[in-house]
């Protein structure tokens, strides 16, 4: 079974631009969730996904947001990019809703870069 | 709101010594506990996790972890560490959002160096 992939793996924009990030599950997951990974805050939650609904989300600005499909897969999109959005954004499927008894199973992640 | 400290972020070890990584968390309830790993350039692998019962838990690669609830601890232990085992390690809690779902809450992560 294919892991999680998530497109393009490396991407460079500049500031004021906005990018889309592209995730897909793995086969039969419904529960994508995103992360936001940078060497100062750690890894910090944006928001998940289950069946094209948002079902949780963290605590970031109205710039970044997210959608489903059909097929589960998902797509986060970061409008108006500031520097300090540069980060490795990790993109975790489980069967379920994210918790405790529906592991996550992680992308190897796409590094954006905003000069 | 739930929380992970891990007080080590960078921590040196010989190949063949043995391993301990620091995991403290704060949550009011009984917390679901994970360890995670992060190579250099992947993403994140599940090394093992705890929900309730026995307190020392097994996980992939020779790792086990041990919750102790007095301390509000969930050490990473290994035997005898491999260079392979050089990585970024992460500790994390699921608590209760805001929606009433789970979500995972990270530690800033320990960094594993493994000198020959």
């Known amino acids: 079974k294919a892991g999680v992939t998530q497109t393009p793996r490396y991407l460079i924009k500049t500031r004021g631009q906005q990018v889309t990030l592209s995730c897909s599950p793995i086969?039969?997951?419904?529960?994508v969730s995103w992360y936001q990974q940078t060497p100062g805050q750690g890894l910090q939650f944006l928001f998940e996904?289950?069946?094209?609904?948002?079902?949780n989300k963290g605590n970031f600005p109205g710039r970044f947001s997210g959608r489903q499909f059909s097929n589960s897969r998902s797509e986060m999109n970061v409008s108006t990019l500031e520097l300090g959005d540069s980060a490795l954004y990790l993109c975790?499927?489980?069967?379920?809703?994210?918790?405790?008894?529906?592991?996550?199973?992680f992308g190897p992640g796409t590094r954006l870069t905003v000069l | 709101a739930q929380s992970v400290t891990q007080p080590d972020i960078h921590i040196t070890v010989s190949e063949g010594a043995s391993l301990e990584l620091r995991c403290n968390y704060s949550?009011?309830?009984?917390?679901?506990l994970f360890w995670y790993v992060q190579s250099p350039g992947q993403g994140l692998q599940l090394l093992l996790k705890?929900?309730?019962?026995?307190?020392l838990v097994q996980g992939i690669k020779g790792f086990e972890a041990e919750f102790k609830r007095s301390q509000s601890s969930f050490n990473l232990r290994k035997p005898s560490v491999h260079w392979s085992d050089a990585a970024e390690y992460f500790c994390?809690?699921?608590?209760?959002?805001?929606?009433?779902?789970?979500?995972?809450?990270f530690g800033t992560g320990t960094r594993l160096t493994i000198i020959p």
């Open positions: 949550y009011g309830a009984t917390p679901y």
């Open positions: 996904y289950f069946s094209e609904t948002q079902r």
């Open positions: 994390a809690v699921v608590g209760v959002a805001n929606f009433g779902n789970e979500k995972l809450t």
């Open positions: 086969s039969g997951h419904r529960s």
């Open positions: 705890y929900f309730s019962g026995d307190t």
């Open positions: 975790a499927s489980s069967w379920g809703l994210a918790g405790a008894y529906n592991e996550q199973f």
